[in-house]
C-alpha cells in the first residue's frame, strides 16, 4: 500500500546555512528536488524509470513560503505529496516541519513531462500505467498553485551581471540544476537585502533550459510594493524569471 506522502528526517547541515546560522532560501529548492525524486520514486515514476522510456521529469514552477526558517543542526520532518495533475501540469508540494510539529516551510511545484530526445513535452497519460493520475494526497500545502511571473511595469529594470553554466551548474539531463537558478538570482540582489534581511516567499518560473556553456544574462527590478524580480535570459530568451518577497514586504 503507497502512503499517502513520502516523508523522512533532516538534521539542517551546515553548508545550507548563511550568515545568520539560518537555512538558505534557495538550500530549500535542493531539498525539494531531492524530496521530488524520492516521492516520485514511491509512486513508481523515478528519473530511472522514465529515462528508459525516454523521457524526464522537468520543473516549470515553484512557489516556497517561508514561515521560519530552521537554523543551523536543528531536527526538522520533511513531507512531500503528488497531489494532482490538472493538463500537462503534475503539482507536487512540499512542507517542512519543526521537531515539535511547527510548520516552517509550505511550498508546491508544477512539473511536465518531457521527451529527452527532441525536447517536446508529453502528456501526462504517457506514463499512467507506471505512475497515478489521481492525487496522491488531496491537502495542499500551498494555494493557488505556483503563479506565472510578470515584472510590473512601473519595476525599474537594472543590469546583474551574467554567469556562464559549468560542470558544476548542470545535472543528469545535461542542463543547469534548477536549484541553480535560485541561487543565482538572490546573489543578483544588494547585500543588505541577502544578509540583513527575512524572506519569506520565493516564487519561480522556469521557461527555457540552458546547456552547459551557454551564458545566462541577468535583469533585476523592484517593484513599487518592495517585491524584488530577477530575470535570466540565455541567448535573447527568457530562461527563468522569479519574485522574492522579503519580512514585512507583502507583495504576494
Known amino acids: 500500500m503507497i502512503q499517502d506522502k513520502y516523508r523522512e528526517d ?9 550568515n545568520s546560522y539560518r537555512l538558505r532560501p534557495s538550500s530549500f529548492f535542493d531539498i525539494a528536488q531531492q524530496l521530488a525524486m524520492k516521492g516520485a520514486s514511491q509512486l513508481g515514476g ?38 494532482g495533475v490538472k ?15 511547527e510548520t516552517l516551510v509550505r511550498a508546491t511545484s508544477s512539473w511536465v513531462l518531457m521527451d529527452m530526445k527532441n525536447r517536446a513535452i508529453v502528456k501526462p497519460d504517457a506514463i499512467v500505467d507506471i505512475f497515478p493520475l489521481e492525487a496522491q494526497c488531496p ?34 539531463n545535461y ?16 547585500e543588505e537585502f541577502t544578509t540583513e534581511k527575512t524572506v519569506t516567499d520565493f516564487f519561480i518560473n522556469y521557461n527555457r533550459e540552458v546547456r552547459l556553456g551557454g551564458t ?17 535570459t540565455c541567448e535573447g ?13 507583502e507583495a504576494r
Not at 521529469?57 to 505529496?81: C, G, M, Q, S, Y
Not at 510578470?150 to 551581471?161: F, N
Not at 556562464?164 to 545535472?171: A, Q
Not at 542542463?175 to 544588494?190: G, I, Q, R, T
Open 10 to 18: 533532516l538534521q539542517v547541515p551546515c553548508y545550507f546555512t548563511d
Open 46 to 83: 523515478s528519473d530511472f524509470v522514465l529515462h528508459e522510456r525516454g523521457l524526464g521529469w522537468i520543473l516549470v514552477r515553484n512557489a516556497f513560503h517561508f514561515d521560519r526558517l530552521p537554523r543551523v543542526f536543528d531536527d526538522i520532518k520533511l513531507e512531500t505529496w503528488h497531489s
Open 87 to 101: 493538463g500537462p501540469y503534475f503539482s507536487r508540494d512540499y512542507r517542512a516541519l519543526s521537531s515539535t510539529g
Open 139 to 172: 491537502e495542499r500545502a500551498l494555494q493557488p498553485d505556483a503563479p506565472k511571473i510578470v515584472i510590473p511595469k512601473d519595476a525599474v529594470r537594472e543590469d546583474a551581471g551574467e554567469h556562464v553554466v559549468r560542470y558544476t551548474d548542470i545535472d543528469y
Open 175 to 190: 542542463h543547469a540544476n534548477n536549484a541553480k537558478y535560485p541561487a543565482w538570482a538572490v546573489d543578483c540582489l544588494p
Open 216 to 232: 545566462v544574462r541577468f535583469m533585476r527590478a523592484r517593484a513599487a510594493d518592495g517585491a524584488w524580480f530577477v530575470e535570466g
Open 237 to 249: 530568451l527568457q530562461s527563468f524569471i522569479c519574485k522574492i518577497v522579503f519580512e514585512d514586504e
